[in-house]
């Protein structure tokens, strides 16, 4: 049984890892890509943008509901605490797939850069983005965070240690430096379209509102630490949204 947990966690490791590569190509909105931000059914403009609305919301809904304590004091008498990251995993990975499936594109360009050196310096943000991400998820806790920790420890018969807050490397200029990678990749293109603006603004409300309530979490598990923390460090800039 500890085994089968163990292989069903890996399986969502790599479906979730998979999963992101997808989600780096569709906010590229490669050429190569089956779908993309710019590219899926059509449908007029007023329809397109209220279909997008609503797919970011049901991603924001899952994301937002299922990461917090509340929920997983309830989910977790259902499904083994050792497998709920996991099970968190798929659920994402199954309305990312929504979204890249229905995600309507909206015609016309916001911005265009043409000079050769910005669309260079453009895509460069794009990836460091994405770097800043993904060197995020190894400074917390990164098989913690994606499940792979709590079915190995179980397998080996072991408990897992209380959280322990950190602030490693980036965690010492800002609070959510996982979340300023996602937005440099989502606002830095060389050509903004209608849809991509809507992804930016859309996933950048959702994260804005997500940080209140995973602060909320923070404050409860970490207590006098973190309400430390939080007066001394920015949000997502650097000296920015200090709070306290
Ligand atoms: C998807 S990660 C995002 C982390 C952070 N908001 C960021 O943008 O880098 C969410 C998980 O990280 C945990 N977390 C956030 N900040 C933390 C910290 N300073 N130390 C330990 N865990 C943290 C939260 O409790 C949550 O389980």
Same mark, same amino acid.
């Given at each position: 049984?500890?085994?089968?947990?163990?292989?069903?966690?890996?399986?969502?490791?790599?479906?979730?890892?998979?999963?992101?590569?997808?989600?780096?190509?569709?906010?590229?909105?490669?050429? &190569?890509?089956?779908?993309?931000?710019?590219?899926?059914?059509?449908?007029? %403009?007023?329809?397109?943008?209220?279909?997008?609305?609503?797919?970011?919301?049901?991603?924001?809904?899952?994301?937002?509901?299922?990461?917090?304590?509340?929920?997983?004091?309830?989910?977790?008498?259902?499904?083994?605490?050792?497998?709920?990251?996991?099970?968190?995993?798929?659920?994402?990975?199954?309305?990312?797939?929504?979204?890249?499936?229905?995600?309507?594109?909206?015609?016309?360009?916001?911005?265009?850069?043409?000079?050769?050196?910005?669309?260079?310096?453009?895509?460069?943000?794009?990836?460091?983005?994405?770097?800043?991400?993904?060197?995020?998820?190894?400074?917390?806790?990164?098989?913690?965070? &994606?499940?792979?920790?709590?079915?190995?420890?179980?397998?080996?018969?072991?408990?897992?240690?209380? %959280?322990?807050?950190?602030?490693?490397?980036?965690?010492?200029?800002?609070?959510? %430096?996982?979340?300023?990678?996602?937005?440099?990749?989502?606002?830095?293109?060389?050509?903004?379209?209608?849809?991509?603006?809507?992804?930016?603004?859309?996933?950048?409300?959702?994260?804005?509102?997500?940080?209140?309530?995973?602060?909320?979490?923070?404050?409860?598990?970490?207590?006098?630490?973190?309400?430390?923390?939080?007066?001394?460090?920015?949000?997502?800039?650097?000296?920015?949204?200090?709070?306290?």
């Amino acid at each position: 049984m500890r085994a089968l947990m163990m292989l069903f966690a890996v399986g969502c490791y790599f479906a979730f890892f998979a999963t992101f590569l997808y989600l780096v190509g569709w906010v590229g909105g490669f050429d &190569f890509m089956p779908t993309h931000v710019d590219k899926g059914p059509a449908m007029a %403009p007023a329809t397109a943008a209220l279909v997008d609305i609503a797919l970011i919301a049901l991603f924001g809904i899952q994301h937002s509901a299922m990461a917090r304590q509340s929920f997983k004091d309830g989910w977790t008498k259902v499904v083994s605490p050792v497998l709920e990251r996991s099970v968190y995993l798929l659920a994402t990975i199954a309305v990312l797939f929504i979204l890249f499936r229905f995600w309507s594109p909206i015609e016309g360009t916001v911005w265009s850069v043409q000079n050769e050196t910005g669309r260079m310096i453009l895509w460069g943000m794009f990836w460091l983005g994405w770097a800043i991400l993904f060197i995020s998820t190894w400074l917390l806790n990164h098989f913690e965070l &994606f499940g792979l920790q709590q079915a190995w420890l179980h397998l080996r018969g072991k408990e897992a240690a209380p %959280p322990r807050m950190r602030t490693p490397l980036f965690y010492k200029s800002v609070r959510h %430096p996982l979340y300023t990678g996602f937005f440099i990749a989502f606002w830095a293109t060389p050509d903004m379209t209608y849809s991509h603006l809507l992804a930016a603004v859309g996933f950048t409300a959702y994260i804005l509102v997500g940080i209140a309530y995973e602060e909320k979490d923070l404050l409860r598990v970490f207590g006098n630490e973190y309400a430390e923390y939080r007066k001394q460090v920015g949000k997502i800039i650097p000296g920015i949204g200090k709070q306290g």
